[in-house]
């Protein structure tokens, strides 16, 4: 594969709202040792482009300034010392940074083979969500078959990669979302759906005996009511704070009721953490989306160049599932 000297990226020309996004000419990056170059042909849009973008998420040493942590397309060049991908194989991929551009490298091992019978699209919508819901909710949370588990945000990315994993362990799954056709759409996917303006989750929780585990991006004023919400010996895992970091909370009733509250984000964690999820993924995961469990919940498409137009509908908080940029390689 004959490779260009450049490539077309979209830069975060200065912190700031979504207009801050602007198309540019980069080099095209180089693998280094261990590492894989992709030609890009779908990227995922995440939360954490957007905080990123504002200034409020810096990008780890190492890692592109460009925004972008999943994509999907086709190995374009292998790095020193790869083995197990071959040029022009379909790939799906968790980045460190870099996704927003129409080449990215990224370390072997956090690479995956597109499922089979997915296209390039869906494949792009799995990384992000399915290394962060994996990892927090099994590795970390702990769940398991039968138990009782609140996901808030049931819509989101998160939330519909969460409710279809959660339900495939053989767990009943209960989500808060914040409009009927939210509601809807946890509802289609297996789970109690609670209107958040309509219900507390925390009486509908307690009714039912607590919740085994809860995954939160909320944070604010949710961490106690999460904690009222939990069943003795329950778990609360954060993956965000979209309401903030701080709260009072009751830590009698941690001890009293033998709680655990943990966390986690996934960026900073080492290449060796991300390549165990990477396997786990592979061999508990991938049979699920082939066994038709788990399929990937698209809100809507963006040429890579509206950028800016993809952020400003995810910041809106009214997209069900996963914004995705097209590179015209589909």
Same mark, same amino acid.
Request: a neutral charge; proline letters at 6%.
């Given at each position: ?12 020309s200065?912190?700031g ?7 540019a ?13 992709i ?7 995440n939360r ?7 200034g409020?998420?810096?990008?780890p040493?190492?890692?592109?300034d460009?925004?972008?942590l999943?994509?999907?397309g086709?190995?374009?060049? #292998? !790095?020193?010392?790869?083995?197990g991908?071959?040029?022009? %194989?379909a +790939?799906c991929? &968790?980045?460190?940074?870099? =996704?927003?551009?129409?080449y ?5 091992a956090?690479?995956?083979p ?5 296209d390039?699209k869906s494949?792009?919508?799995l990384?992000e969500?399915?290394f ?5 909710i099994v ?6 078959a039968g138990?009782?588990?609140?996901v ?16 495939a362990?053989g ?6 979302a914040?409009?009927?056709e939210?509601?809807?759409a946890?509802?289609a #996917? !297996?789970?109690t759906?609670?209107n958040?303006?309509?219900a %507390?989750? +925390?009486?509908? &929780?307690r009714?039912?005996g =607590? ?10 004023s ?10 003795d010996?329950?778990?609360?895992v ?6 903030g970091?701080k709260a ?10 033998r ?7 996934l ?7 991300k ?5 786990q ?15 990937p ?14 952020h400003a509908?995810?910041?809106t908080?009214a997209?069900? =599932? ?8 589909g």
């Amino acid at each position: 594969m004959t490779l260009p000297l450049q490539m077309t990226a979209i830069e975060i020309s200065t912190p700031g709202g979504p207009e801050v996004l602007r198309p540019a000419t980069r080099a095209v990056p180089v693998p280094g040792q261990g590492e894989i170059l992709i030609e890009i042909a779908y990227a995922g849009v995440n939360r954490p482009d957007a905080l990123q973008r504002a200034g409020a998420y810096k990008a780890p040493p190492g890692a592109s300034d460009l925004p972008g942590l999943e994509c999907a397309g086709r190995v374009a060049a #292998l !790095g020193p010392g790869v083995s197990g991908w071959a040029v022009g %194989d379909a +790939v799906c991929a &968790l980045l460190p940074g870099g =996704g927003y551009a129409e080449y990215a490298t990224c370390p072997a091992a956090h690479a995956l083979p597109v499922p089979e019978g997915m296209d390039l699209k869906s494949a792009a919508c799995l990384p992000e969500t399915c290394f962060t819901v994996w990892s927090n909710i099994v590795m970390r949370g702990g769940l398991k078959a039968g138990e009782k588990f609140l996901v808030h945000g049931g819509s989101s990315g998160i939330g519909t990669t969460a409710i279809q994993i959660a339900r495939a362990l053989g767990a009943r799954v209960f989500a808060t979302a914040g409009s009927a056709e939210k509601c809807a759409a946890c509802t289609a #996917l !297996g789970a109690t759906a609670i209107n958040y303006r309509e219900a %507390d989750f +925390v009486d509908v &929780l307690r009714a039912e005996g =607590g919740a085994d585990l809860i995954l939160d991006m909320v944070g604010g004023s949710y961490i106690a009511r999460n904690i009222k919400a939990l069943a003795d010996d329950g778990r609360m895992v954060f993956i965000a704070f979209l309401e903030g970091p701080k709260a009072e909370i009751n830590f009698a009733q941690v001890m009293l009721r033998r709680l655990t509250i943990t966390g986690a984000t996934l960026r900073p964690q080492s290449d060796a953490a991300k390549a165990e999820i990477a396997r786990q993924l592979r061999e508990r995961v991938w049979p699920m989306i082939a066994a038709g469990k788990l399929r990937p919940i698209i809100d809507s498409t963006y040429p890579l160049t509206e950028a800016a137009a993809a952020h400003a509908r995810m910041e809106t908080s009214a997209h069900i =599932g996963k914004i995705v940029l097209d590179l015209g390689r589909g």
